[in-house]
């Protein structure tokens, strides 16, 4: 098989490539699959079922679908997917089509486009490919294949023949040597020692940087082992597993003076045949790997028994996962046949458990921080949203970042004397830096208007506040400067700016007084039961900013039937390319057409519009609030 030219155009075995314009829509199967290591076994479910359900529905040309042509398919899609999932690393368009010329198409698309598909067509014969045996195996098995490039998309396809048409009867012409070539594209027969050196001498850099470049950036520990076996197995391996161990648990809950619950967990079992997964799987639970006290590599047990009539004997060897000094896991290795494991093979499967445990340590820090940035995030908001007498309020609240402090507040709480007060707020930036100033301007406000200031008299004290909290970390800052010897550099916080929509309600016989301020925030809209829309306060500038400011309130009354809307900038400047959601008054717009509907309604409606607005998902947290009289 020849090189795939990178060029903009389909390339093929074929005179043509697919044709399906005017196909019965029954006949094609579209899905799209997350890039991760399930990926390849959910396209191979996806495409069995497809085949199933055609035959089912005898549609035209299953009749020549064979048991023969859907293994065929469920290869080829398995290492196309699989192709797209290790060199793109995006999500995957997957297509499985059956055209009227007695033939299943395969597409496999993937959003990396300036990534080839690798072969090894380009590399001596007498070497052992580290990769390409996919596409070599696509080759052999379909009647014609190539790929196509587009703007932002790279698919690669394959067209398998069914039995009876004449490409099929073509392709059995060869049947034995086309099973001589999957065999050897599967299985290469054994190379010399000196050989394998060389391979491993020159193709150890390449392995590893690709590996690094897989495993940099995941985020699950249970990833990072599923795509350590995907990485080992077929090429330095026929069978891996991981074992992950809490770092608190130390050397004392291992094997059999382990108590309930404790010692290693296996977290990822990788065979290169699927069938063998689960036997595999059950015979390594009895025999989790004890530590050892040197780093170097330790033999393991042979699991013969779980490994068919083929693999009653070989060599596995067991690998410490450890990171920053800390014991993480075990990385087993198998492969049958063998006496022992080349040195070469060792020494590159040491340097992979190196980066393995680093991946698995960086992901057990950013779960870490996770978990603290969801307690605090828990921490700076409300517990409950307060029940208003003759008024319904519905919220949303979603914050960008799910691992982290947002920069949007809410609160709505009773302040005594008949009074309750609500506040919607963001903080510039976000993170550690954005909790800080929630942390500070949530419980003032509600001391504060728990001790009875006005409106303006809140905003007032709250800018104050921020600007001399800002004073003192700036004293704090040159202090620590000098202490440092004048070392040049970032020291201490920057400016703390918060915009804030702070409101206090008073209900009464037939309406709610409503008195609030807008400080550098949206401003909120008033909606009429008959789909009036006015905006409810003037704009002020931001708390943080400027010093001895003053402050003014507004107030007006909600009758029954009047709603109240309340939202961040990450409602008003949501964005579709150049334009944003409020762009010509595109959000008082939208607030005209739920003249009618209640809070919740009017929520869920502005919330989806709001979504639907960008073809990506929000770059930027979305808090709205809704008070309606009753």
Not at 82 to 87: L, P, Q
Not at 156 to 165: I, K, N, T
Request: glycine share 12%; aromatic share 6%; charged share 25%.
């Amino acid at each position: 098989m020849g090189a795939i030219p990178t060029q903009r155009e389909t390339t093929s075995r074929a005179p043509d490539a697919p044709a399906h314009h005017g196909a019965d829509p029954r006949t094609t199967m579209r899905a799209t699959l997350s890039g991760s290591p399930l990926a390849p076994g959910s396209a191979r479910g996806l495409v069995r079922a497809a085949l199933r359900e055609w035959t089912e529905l005898a549609l035209p040309g299953t009749e020549h679908l064979t048991d023969r042509l859907a293994d065929d398919a469920t290869v080829v899609v398995s290492e196309l997917v699989t192709n797209a999932v290790v060199h793109a690393g995006t999500d995957v368009e997957l297509i499985c089509r059956l055209e009227d010329t007695r033939s299943v198409v395969v597409e496999v698309a993937d959003h990396h486009p300036s990534r080839a598909p690798r072969d090894n067509s380009g590399e001596p014969a007498y070497e052992t490919p580290e990769f390409g045996r996919g596409l070599r195996l696509v080759s052999t098995l379909a009647e014609a294949w190539g790929v196509t490039y587009r703007t932002g998309t790279k698919t690669v396809w394959a067209r398998l023949p069914a039995e009876g048409s004449p490409a099929a009867e073509e392709l059995e012409t060869y049947a034995g040597e086309r099973g001589l070539r999957v065999a050897e594209i599967l299985a290469p027969e054994p190379r010399r020692a000196e050989r394998d050196r060389d391979w491993l001498g020159r193709g150890a850099l390449s392995f590893l940087a690709e590996a690094s470049d897989l495993l940099a950036g995941q985020l699950d520990e249970d990833l990072v082992a599923a795509l350590a076996g995907q990485l080992i197995v077929p090429r330095l391996a026929d069978w891996c597993a991981v074992w992950l161990e809490d770092e608190a648990m130390g050397r004392g809950g291992w094997g059999e003076d382990a108590g309930a619950g404790a010692g290693p967990r296996l977290a990822r079992v990788w065979h290169g045949s699927e069938n063998r997964i689960e036997e595999l799987r059950g015979a390594l639970e009895k025999h989790p790997p004890r530590p050892q006290d040197s780093l170097r590599p330790a033999s393991y047990p042979w699991p013969g028994d779980s490994l068919g009539p083929h693999g009653t004997h070989g060599a596995a060897l067991a690998y410490r996962l450890i990171a920053g000094g800390r014991p993480l896991g075990t990385l087993v290795i198998g492969r049958s046949g063998l006496p022992c494991f080349p040195d070469e093979v060792t020494g590159l499967v040491e340097d992979l458990s190196r980066r393995v445990a680093l991946a698995i340590g960086a992901a057990r820090q950013y779960a870490r921080q996770a978990t603290i940035s969801r307690v605090l995030q828990r921490g700076l908001l409300p517990g409950a949203v307060a029940e208003i007498p003759g008024v319904h309020s519905a919220l949303v609240y979603e914050p960008c970042d799910k691992g982290g402090p947002s920069g949007d507040f809410y609160d709505l709480f009773p302040a005594g004397d008949g009074r309750w007060c609500f506040a919607l707020g963001d903080v510039q930036g976000k993170g550690p830096e954005a909790a800080v100033v929630i942390g500070l301007a949530r419980p003032w406000l509600r001391l504060l208007a728990r001790e009875g200031y006005r409106v303006a008299d809140v905003l007032d004290r709250l800018n104050q506040l921020l600007l001399d909290d800002a004073t003192e970390a700036a004293d704090a800052a040159a202090h620590a400067l000098v202490a440092a010897g004048g070392m040049p550099g970032p020291v201490g916080d920057g400016p703390r700016f918060l915009s804030l929509l702070y409101g206090e309600l008073v209900p009464f016989d037939g309406g709610v007084r409503c008195t609030l301020a807008s400080a550098g925030h949206p401003l909120p809209l008033l909606l009429g039961p008959d789909g009036s829309v006015a905006t409810a306060a003037r704009p002020q500038t931001l708390l943080g900013v400027i010093e001895d400011v003053t402050y003014t309130s507004q107030t007006f009354e909600l009758r029954p039937g009047d709603s109240l809307l309340c939202v961040t900038d990450g409602v008003t400047e949501r964005r579709s390319g150049s334009v944003q959601f409020d762009d010509g008054d595109g959000l008082a717009t939208v607030l005209a057409g739920c003249a009618g509907l209640s809070a919740e309604l009017i929520a869920e409606r502005i919330k989806r519009l709001v979504h639907e607005f960008g073809g990506r998902p929000p770059e930027d947290d979305m808090a709205l609030l809704v008070l309606q009289a009753e």
